[in-house]
Nanobody, 123 residues
């Protein structure tokens, strides 16, 4: 069982930056793929980024955030981060972190979810 808690959301102007954190508690954090998803009202949860477990920590990004967002994890601190730069109004959403070991781009593959943190990007 893994419990996840996001933090770091807020209001930022377009072009600005935010760093989201996701603190995990429970067992075997380091053995899970960690992902970030986002959701706006009336839409499905959308893949943003993921990072594998293990030595090489391979990262994956949605095309819409590639080059602007960076996912990282610190297994010693049981924390995964999402550094978001050059934010755009269309990045406005509730952001969720998740833990799982299936298809890293599919929300249904993740077993554990946080409650979300909201990001608003003003134009």
């Amino acid at each position: 069982q893994v419990q996840l808690a996001e933090s770091g959301g807020g209001l930022v102007q377009a072009g600005g930056s935010l760093r989201l954190s996701c603190a995990a508690s429970g067992r075997s954090f380091s053995s899970y793929v960690m992902g970030w998803f986002r959701q706006t009202p009336g839409k499905e949860r959308e893949f943003v980024a993921a990072i594998s477990w293990g030595r090489f920590m391979i990262t994956y990004y949605a095309d819409s955030v590639k080059g602007r967002f960076t996912i990282s994890r610190d297994n010693a601190k049981n924390t995964v981060y999402l550094q978001m730069n050059s934010l755009k109004p269309e990045d406005t959403a509730a952001y969720y972190c998740a833990a799982g070991n299936g298809d890293r781009r599919q929300a249904a593959s993740y077993d554990y979810w946080g409650q979300g943190t909201h990001v608003t990007v003003s134009s």
